[in-house]
């Protein structure tokens, strides 16, 4: 839920002790109301408030809100329990949690506050385990009384209570998570021989013979290791939620992750599905000077959080407001990639969040910070608070965005886009302990591949999670060598139902366990796809030798290679060699599409060279058609539609403005001459449209 207080959620994070000095408070927040800020978000760190056991100081944080409170914006505490006391690391000494090595972590300074108490590990994680009932004990304490103490503040707006969704892969190998892994696995297996037969170990006499697996590799204890790790942080999210809720019902709790989803899901548990559905407000952390500028990125950094929101509200919780020095994302980088953001790339960043269906905008940081390696990132606003170029135009968002004008703008949301790409947990994390120490990274790659190669084609692709597959009647399924016979079983009945399935090589290859199918495809998918395997090859270093002809299209491959004969299915390309490479077939009332190799590793290996013409072949082929058709490929469309207003979204990433023609579906509404949303003052009389550089233009529909 977004709180109706505010109509459009726009500020900053404001104030990680010691950061900004506090002689400048009052000033800062005078400014920030002024220029229409209305939302700070302050990292309350459990080191820096509870000083000793039970002695809590309060006084900057209660100023916090009190400024709030005067200058008309409202506070969002996020909550830091892994920011420990150096007390607790004493005290708790034999809770600290452990990595892989067995090396212990322990209390540094942090990188993005120059405070003490985080551990030297990141990832979200503190020094100590949670699994240990003494630290949850002194942890929920101190959540009990941040929250008694802030609920009824007229400043409050609610908590963030998992900052940044994600865990370091090498932890939490103590003593006290081995237990809970234990508590885990017997739950999941209920004896021991069962487990033993599960992961192919005979010689467990006790449970206590069981140990976490170190090494990682395609075997089921690793599948069970990452499962429990993802189930065991995921809990304790959910444990702070509710140690919350048990004295404040009222304000709104949100959390945000990294946009980490694809790459990072399995190793790291960026699962911004599960964390979307434990809060009332998600939200993501994108900053293109780590990222990178390229259109794509900043579009998968929103659009992977609309699909995991599931229709909740979500907010660009993190947003890049100024440059970044010396970190090694940027390092050798062009300075206009996002190291020094001009305000047009502020302008860009922002409504490119908003066209794909962000509802608030947050600056990482107000000001930069003054200590540690951090120094001078970020911030809109100068060194010493005052206003810059970019201020001014993060100031001219946030008065437009909370314009009563534009409030039917906001109610609207983008529609459901043309096809999805299938997101699968269980492929991920299988391919991780298959390839996490090879170069070559075929997963992250065909999943970017396909997005790519369908976004720059005009198409609007959406994320699709296995369970919400039944929102959809077309889906793209990149790389997919693995998954569950449940989940199989769900596929095949989706298409039977009427959907259309485009598959790359190998569906299904390993099942259950990671176990290999001697029939493939695997699981009953033969018959799915009216085609069996001829043979394979796993060579994806490679992989860029594959070359396919589909219905005289010449086609790049990449990742894998599988062909095929023929059982009930159509014939629609082969290999160079003459190898049969992709098969047609009809299944029920569905259809399905199997091709034999990753193009879309090739489109992303070639930043969109090879299989351009491809990814639009595949449109043509599921007679499915663009929303949005426009002349010029360099401005990307998206449509939102709502109950007091339609809008077409025109962004134009470029530094020179773009002129297009546009051409819109049947029932997604008509262009007829108005007032422009955006730019202020900007009319549309009918016509080729030209889109100013590095903006957008919203335009309503009729």
């Not at 037969?197 to 089921?220: C, F, G, L, N, T």
């Not at 999943?447 to 999670?465: I, K």
């Not at 998918?525 to 043979?535: M, T």
């Not at 007829?672 to 955006?678: G, P, V």
Request: aromatic share 12%.
């Amino acid at each position: 839920m977004l709180r109706n207080d505010i109509q459009f959620p726009y500020g900053a994070v404001y104030f990680r002790k010691s950061n900004p000095p506090n002689e400048d408070w009052e000033r800062d927040y005078a400014t920030a109301g002024e220029d229409g800020l209305n939302i700070f978000r302050h990292w309350f760190m459990w080191g820096a408030i509870e000083v000793a056991p039970g002695v809590y100081d309060w006084d900057d944080y209660d100023r916090q809100l009190d400024l709030a409170a005067k200058n008309g914006i409202k506070t969002v505490i996020a909550e830091l329990i892994h920011a420990v006391p150096d007390w607790a690391v004493r005290k708790f000494s034999h809770a600290l949690q452990v990595a892989a090595d067995g090396t212990k972590l322990g209390s540094y300074m942090g990188v993005s506050s120059a405070t003490g108490g985080f551990s030297n590990n990141g990832g979200g994680a503190g020094a100590l385990t949670l699994n240990c009932p003494e630290v949850k004990e002194a942890a929920g304490q101190f959540l009990t009384a941040l929250a008694t103490r802030y609920k009824d503040h007229p400043a409050i707006y609610g908590y963030d209570v998992w900052n940044e969704c994600n865990y370091s892969a090498d932890v939490d190998y103590s003593s006290y998570a081995k237990a809970a892994f234990r508590k885990w696995l017997e739950k999941r297996y209920g004896t021991l021989s069962a487990l033993a037969k599960a992961w192919h170990r005979y010689s467990y006499a006790e449970w206590q013979d069981i140990e976490p697996p170190v090494h990682m590799a395609p075997y089921p204890e690793c599948i069970d290791w990452l499962q429990f790790k993802r189930d065991n942080f995921y809990g304790q999210m959910q444990w702070r939620i509710d140690t919350i809720r048990a004295i404040d019902r009222k304000n709104v709790i949100a959390a945000h992750g990294i946009s980490g989803a694809i790459p990072n899901m399995a190793a790291n548990g960026c699962d911004d599905w599960l964390a979307a559905s434990k809060v009332d407000i998600y939200g993501f952390t994108w900053i293109q000077a780590r990222k990178g500028t390229e259109p794509w990125k900043t579009w998968y950094g929103v659009d992977i959080n609309r699909a995991a929101a599931r229709g909740k509200p979500f907010w660009h919780a993190e947003r890049q407001g100024g440059p970044l020095w010396l970190q090694p994302q940027v390092i050798g980088r062009d300075k206009e990639d996002g190291r020094v953001a001009e305000p047009e790339d502020i302008r860009l960043w922002s409504m490119t969040s908003l066209a794909g269906g962000a509802r608030g905008v947050l600056n990482l940081r107000w000001r930069p910070l003054l200590d540690g390696p951090l120094f001078g990132a970020f911030g809109s606003y100068g060194m010493d608070g005052a206003r810059t170029p970019r201020s001014e135009i993060a100031s001219q968002m946030a008065k437009w965005a909370n314009d009563p004008a534009q409030a039917a703008l906001w109610e609207a949301k983008p529609v459901r886009g043309e096809v999805g790409i299938l997101v699968v947990p269980e492929t991920q994390q299988f391919d991780y302990l298959l390839n996490h120490d090879r170069k070559e990274k075929p997963y992250p790659e065909a999943m970017w591949g396909a997005y790519r190669g369908f976004l720059e084609n005009g198409v609007q692709p959406d994320w699709v999670h296995i369970d919400d597959i039944g929102d959809y009647d077309l889906l793209y399924f990149p790389y997919p060598i693995m998954f569950t016979a449940e989940q199989a079983r769900h596929l095949k009945a989706w298409v039977e139902k009427g959907g259309i399935l485009i598959a790359e090589a190998c569906p299904g290859y390993f099942g259950d366990r990671g176990h290999v199918g001697q029939i493939q495809p695997n699981m009953g998918l033969d018959q799915v796809f009216g085609a069996r395997e001829e043979e394979v090859e796993f060579m994806p270093d490679i992989g860029d030798r594959i070359r396919l002809e589909l219905e005289g299209l010449a086609v790049d491959g990449g990742g894998l290679l599988q062909s095929y004969k023929l059982a009930g299915g159509k014939a629609l390309g082969r290999f160079d060699d003459g190898r049969l490479a992709v098969v047609e077939n009809s299944f029920g009332r569905g259809r399905t599409l199997l091709i034999g190799t990753n193009p879309s590793v090739a489109y992303y290996r070639t930043e969109g060279k090879a299989n351009r013409a491809f990814f639009e072949e595949l449109m043509n082929w599921s007679g499915r058609s663009r929303h949005v058709t426009l002349s010029n490929d360099a401005v990307f469309a998206r449509i939102h539609k709502g109950e007091k207003g339609s809008f077409l979204w025109l962004v134009n990433p470029t530094r020179r403005p773009q002129a297009t023609d546009v051409e819109l579906s049947d029932g997604l509404g008509t262009l007829t001459s108005a007032q422009a949303s955006w730019p202020a003052g900007w009319n549309y009389h009918g016509g080729q449209i030209e889109v100013p550089s590095r903006d957008v233009l919203i335009l309503p529909l009729s």
